[in-house]
């Protein structure tokens, strides 16, 4: 099949997919809205930190800030103002989208693993600050006044964001765009050389995907009910990200879907013996790297590609 | 405003801890430094010290203190083969891919400690452990005096190693040009595997010092973790003496921090130093020539 | 690439199909969910209330089961993991419910906790019972419906270690020191109730300080302490916490009278820890073997005989949540959700704890004593009814 056909099946079956996806919502069981829902969060999640490390080079440990800005802003919007659901969500994606404004100055100085560390230690700050500052619940955190809608809308909603970020992805990777951003990625200086600004270039990447990242803390945040620092700024966010997108196979439009699919059935195989899922993770984050760089859709790449060049 | 008999013990306090702080970090600095490596595992290194120290004391009796030198051997065996199966074969694919993998043994080994020993918290109990020591004006916890004591003497060990010793000319000259070394006939691997051995016994070290004078858990790690990264940084990577004065100063600072806001913002206070750091050194510290 | 995508998901709808099919309970069975925290900080927590809620289910399973309406059903207790994570409670709580088939719930432990299980059980309409919430905390999110929580009040916890004081006649300079952390007990027992009671009882509070719950460095707030000279040191942190600011008062060399440490100075990981430091330290409790309960003697000698470690009054407050639970779905003799939260509203009755029944606000209030560590054993010293041991006082010298 020539590419031009390839490509264009492939627009064809995706919004098919999302509308399969929505339209058989209501035959699922709640348990399979939980882990649909599960899945959709994480694959933005990983989809936007993909677009920032795996697109844009930016390896950052800072997701969990953009996250539980996201939760606390959609709280405090819901509980404080009476702007309906369907705008405070992206209100508190704006929100953390700022924050990334905020910081991109001073983290953007930093190169390589320095812009690992300084968003590592940023998380955390934001962290220590949320838990200290009595302004925004302190340790209690504060409680969503009104109900939630219930697990089906949840679901939907999880999957217009993900319809609305794969649309952002594609834009990101198949346009003019995704060469400037290669080229930052790949060597920020000679890029500068010849005409491209890598400032502006990363900030776009690093706005859009704490947007995203802000979306689905608000929404996690709108599932719970309540939110506190522990939960929403902790680690633990960050870390599943990460394993998702490498155990997915970075800089692969498909690693973020594969990542998440993988790691929450494991989580759901291995749920009575929650320390063995951690250690097992961490094993299979060790072997991927070591040992398929690409992640899993790295592999069933080049096994197609095994196939199709056999088949030639 | 609290009394100056407050602030001057905890300055003091702060200044000894920062003695700790530094040598805990010293191993970070020098992986760093030598490997490229940021080490995200050093954290559960240093708790693996503080379990090391306390099952010393539980079933030999030895003091964890004075069989430092044992608590550091034990972690450097152990990181050898860490080093060898799981860094030496990716030297060749950049600063990425080792990062994730030590962050992925950061998770390996913080579930390894929870199911072997449980998420109880504990702490290294002998007899200096929770004793005040007056000195003059101030009173201090005994334990971060002998801390500070033994971090400084370790810390000069370590920059005598590095600086008279040719296993020491030989991680310098790894360390600025690993491929003109490797010219010289320099193992680099022998080398590198080495550092990382020496740079876990020095976290081991620090964290029987710090298991001893607080407690900790399986996943106490975390916080060590950031705060080594910045007095690394702080102090210049792979800069010895620049390691022991960022850590003494980061200490202080922290305490400062503590008066002024309460102990409650002490990492805060640190980790905004951090970042104050990094963001007014636009290309980190120590630029090594032809490295980014 | 786009290909694979939709075959992915047409793999992700399948297993998810496959999955809500997924009937893990067999017809005669009764399924009861419990989210708890293993793993985390409060893992000592939850391996209580793993025994306690365990042995409350085999207990009744040995004698035959649970007679509903007449017939004799076996009963399946489901623990998952919850990681001491409030998102993972809630999901953790959403499956239990949704693909174990769980009847009803069990709670978790300490605040956050359980409000995230409870929150998404009262969505559901699936009746939760728990312990380990105390009363303020758990009342202050919202009316319940289907949540109810025995434990104890803050305002009783809070108010004991002063009543203890007077009573006893013991002398101190009156001056208090308060050092609490700002979780949701923390903010209202170490910041409302003890400066409220210290100034109604005649005390100085000559310190107040908060910290957030994980600090791990006391260095200047226990100066401050010590430069106040005050005889009498009210902590409220978690275990961790309680044993570096114990540790952290012997090296600065402050040494107080009466030094009470909630919530930290429960386990037994707090003695075992500190050693001889722990000796003389006061801690709020709600349960002891010895006390004149159905069943209290026999439940703490048989933990320590199974498990070969020392009881804990945990094991006591999820056991009879456990009890309520299952005597409530007898009581109603039917599996109707409402008609099982009906029942539990009408519990009344003594059980390992003490006596059960619920107010209008779902909650029932279990007394409050104080206990204190001596020599690695936990001692009731107050009142003088329920203690089985004499006070230390002072706080001995290490």
Known sequence: MSIAAKNHSGWLLLPLAFGLLAALSPALSHYALEIGFRILLLVTLAEAWNLLAGYGGLVSLGTASFFGVGAYALTGLLNLTAVPLALALPLAGACAALLALLVSGAVFRLRGLYFTVGTLALAEAVRLFMINSDSFGGAIGLFLAQDPPGLRGLYLIALALLAFTTVLMTLATRSRFSILLRAVRDDEDAAAQIGVRPFRIKLIVFIVASFLTGVAGALQGLKLGAVEPYGMFGIQWTVNVLSIVIIGGQGLRAGPLAGAIFVVVLGELLADYPAVHLALTGVILIIVIRFAPQGLAGLALRRRDARGERSA | MPNLEVVANSLVSGVLLGGVFALTALGLSITLGVMRLVNLAHGELLVGGSYLGYFLLRHTGIDPIAGLALVGAAMALLALPLQWTLIAPLAAKGMEAPMITMFGVSVILQNLFLLAFSADTRAIDTPYAARAITLGPVTVAEIYLIGFAVSVVIVLLVHLLISRTPFGRELRASSSDAAAAAAMGVDVRRVHALTFALGAACAAMGGVLLGTAFSFTPSSGGTYLLISFAVVVLGGIGNIFGTLVAGIVLGLLQSLGAVIFGDGYRDLVGLVLFLLALALRPSGIVRRAGHS | ?398
């Open chain 3, 1 to 398: 690439m786009s290909r694979n995508r939709t075959r992915i998901a047409a793999c992700l709808l399948t297993a998810g199909l496959a999955f809500a099919s997924l009937s893990a309970h067999a017809a005669d069975e009764i399924v009861i969910g419990a989210s708890l925290p293993l793993s985390g900080p409060l893992a000592g927590f939850g391996n209580y209330q793993k025994w306690g809620y365990e042995t409350a289910v085999n207990d009744l399973n040995k004698a035959g089961g649970l007679s509903v309406g007449g017939k004799k059903m076996r009963v399946k207790l489901v623990i998952r993991d919850d990681k001491t994570d409030p998102s993972v409670v809630a999901s953790n709580t959403e499956t239990l419910i949704s693909r174990e088939g769980a009847l009803a719930m069990l709670g978790s432990c300490t605040p956050a906790l359980v409000n995230a299980g409870a929150l998404v059980a009262e969505r559901r309409k699936v009746p939760l019972v728990a312990g380990c919430d105390p009363l303020g905390a758990f009342k202050s999110v919202r009316k319940w419906q289907y949540a109810w929580v025995m434990f104890f009040d803050e305002g009783d916890l809070a108010t004991a270690p002063f009543k203890m004081l007077a009573e006893l006649g013991l002398q101190t300079n009156k001056k208090v020191a308060i050092l609490h952390d700002n979780g949701p007990d923390g903010q209202v027992v170490g910041g409302m109730i003890w400066p409220d009671t210290a100034k109604a009882g005649g005390y100085t509070v000559a310190q107040k300080t908060s910290f957030p719950v994980d600090t791990q460095q006391f260095t200047t707030m226990i100066a401050e302490a010590k430069a106040t000279g005050a005889d009498i040191a009210l902590v409220d942190a978690i275990p961790p916490q309680a044993i570096a600011i114990r540790k952290q008062m012997a090296s600065a060399g402050y040494k107080p009278k009466v030094l009470v440490m909630e919530k930290g100075a429960e386990p037994e990981q707090f003695a075992m820890a500190l050693g001889k430091l722990a000796d003389g330290v006061l801690v709020g409790g709600y349960w002891d073997p010895s006390f004149p309960y159905p069943g209290a003697a026999e439940l703490g000698k048989r933990y320590e005989t199974e498990t070969k470690q020392t009881q804990s009054q945990h094991i006591a407050d999820s056991h009879a949540a456990a009890q309520v639970l299952l005597d409530a779905i007898a009581a109603a003799g039917s599996l109707d959700r409402e008609k099982i939260n009906a029942a539990i509203a009408r519990t009344n009755k003594s059980y390992v704890i003490g006596p059960v029944k619920f107010d209008a606000a779902n909650t029932s209030r279990i007394p409050i004593t104080v206990m204190q560590w001596q020599a690695g054993k936990s001692v009731v010293v107050w009142p003088k009814d329920r203690a089985n041991g004499k006070l230390i006082f002072p706080l001995p010298a290490n």
